[in-house]
């Protein structure tokens, strides 16, 4: 039930494209949905992060969609650039009544942007 | 510059051999992390601790121990327990009340 679920495993975008990395989880307590981008030999950032109480957020190219019925949220990458080559994995965090849980995070998905 | 130091970003150590990894944050933050990387296997936690002279263990702490005797610092020690070492090792830190979570550049630890 801790667990989080990334999909695919690797994807591979032209420039310009939509990429779309998906991800799961069953935890209903898990109130915290964020999304880090991790280039290689570097540790990861945060890129943007979204509570259940909103459907969508965006920032710039980078949207989340959220699904609380379905518990599911995606990252939506629009216009992508050969720069947005990384690794990017989805977390979530839970809330125990004001007690914070530790980030989950899902295995992470290899985006390739071919020019 | 405010920020998480992890030293050393390349780590060779024999078997056998205890070795311990640095990480030094200046941003005053209470809670911080040890996570490591495998490829294909995500970011797993090893230690935490939210507050100094307190640490709990993660998900695979075996073979690892950590301190926290200044809020600054976390070191990690792998230890010879440890069977299958060699990874990429990743501190992290947060402020208690929120959520987001800044990491540092990772050690590569490899075992020869």
């Known amino acids: 039930q801790q667990q989080v679920k990334q999909s695919p495993q690797s994807l591979i975008v032209q420039k310009g494209g939509i990429s779309i990395i998906n991800c799961a989880y069953e935890?209903?307590?898990?109130?915290?949905f964020p999304w880090y981008q991790q280039f290689p030999g570097k540790g990861p950032a945060l890129l943007i992060a979204i509570r259940p109480d909103v459907s969508e957020k965006k920032e710039g190219r980078f949207t989340i969609s959220f699904n609380k019925s379905a518990k599911q949220f995606s990252l939506h990458i629009m216009d992508s650039q050969p720069g947005d080559s990384a690794t990017y994995f989805c977390?979530?965090?839970?809330?125990?009544?004001?007690?914070?849980?530790?980030?989950?995070f899902g295995k992470g998905t290899k985006l390739s942007v071919k020019p | 510059d405010g920020g998480i130091t992890q030293s050393p970003k390349y780590l060779f150590r024999k078997e056998g051999q205890n070795v311990t990894l640095s990480c030094e944050q200046n941003?005053?933050?209470?809670?911080m992390y040890w996570y490591r990387q495998d490829p294909g296997q995500g970011l797993r936690l090893i230690y935490y601790s939210q507050i100094v002279n307190d640490f709990q263990k993660g998900d695979i702490a075996e073979g690892y121990s950590v301190s926290r005797e200044k809020k600054e610092s976390f070191p990690l020690t792998v230890t010879s327990a440890q069977k299958n070492p060699t990874a990429f090792y990743l501190c992290a830190s947060s402020i208690l009340d929120r959520s987001e979570a800044f990491f540092g550049q990772g050690t590569r630890l490899t075992v020869v």
């Open positions: 935890n209903t307590a898990f109130d915290y």
């Open positions: 941003l005053n933050h209470d809670a």
């Open positions: 977390a979530a965090r839970a809330n125990y009544g004001g007690s914070q849980g530790n980030l989950i």
